[in-house]
């Protein structure tokens, strides 16, 4: 289940990686920790559900924030807002379902590591923009049998990055916040306090701004975004061309920084990749030393069930491990 600004989106997974039921309930406002157990017990009651055949193994949930893996802690859910939340912990006590809780683009990356585009990538990067700004995931190491990396820890565990070892013992992993890459020593302050982040100059409310005579609602699809992007002039549209620009700088941080296969790249970043894949991908590989330049890079396919597959991944990782035990939670 995805908990954003403006609705709760709940989904069923099975363990093929299918989603099989999805609700999405509007919420005039962001709505608390509280709220999101109370209004996710209720829409896991619309499920129809045959208990002879479905037996839920529990909850997994994607928070756009900083979480602790380790136990379902937000320290900060900036679009929420929320901070210092154990919402694994609530929703445990709310429905009476083993909950895990994780930051949503690594979600994403597990999910389209395992089931999309980066099915067979040994390294892999994720971009994913959305209204909330930009979100990312690595994945190091060969991919598993199940798109686990293989490198030393639990099988099938995500490599986890972003502290000191220590720090990580004690609060849980923090994948790279790559939206937070400096890609304009002279852009605007961001909300995280440094200047020129790659999500204040690459933004979905930019692009909307560069369609002022379009009727384009809010919560439209990268695809449909695409079209009407493509038929207002596409990358000569100064702002596109604009926004093109500083993600092929954040892409090249990132490749230089963690030397992937594969970029792969969700939501509205999708979209820029649709108007100019050519252009995005040279502008990339032009900037990089001969070695990194083969890296690829692609849109994800999973698309918004991305989110549902990744947080599901997280509840059947266990059973994965040991399916001889008990994991009734």
Known sequence: MYPDADALDVAVVSLTGKVTQRIRRAVAAPPTPEQTVALTAQIIDEFALDPGRVSPLGIGMAVPGLVRARDGFVHMAPHLPWRDVPIAELMRAGTGLPTWAGNDATLGTDAEAIFGAGRGAGTLVYLHGGSGGIGSGVRLGRAGARGGADLPGEPGAPVELGAPESARADSGAYLPELGHLMVNSEGVRCHCGAVGCLETEVNLARLRGALPDQDLPEGSRASELAEVLNAAGGIELPEVARQIGFLATGIRNSVNAFAPDLVLLGGFLATLFDVAPRQLTSMVR???????????????????ERIHIGAAEAVFEPLLRDPLGDHRG
């Open 286 to 304: 032009d900037q990089l030393m001969p070695p990194l330049a083969a890296v690829q890079i692609r849109r994800g396919t999973l698309g918004s």
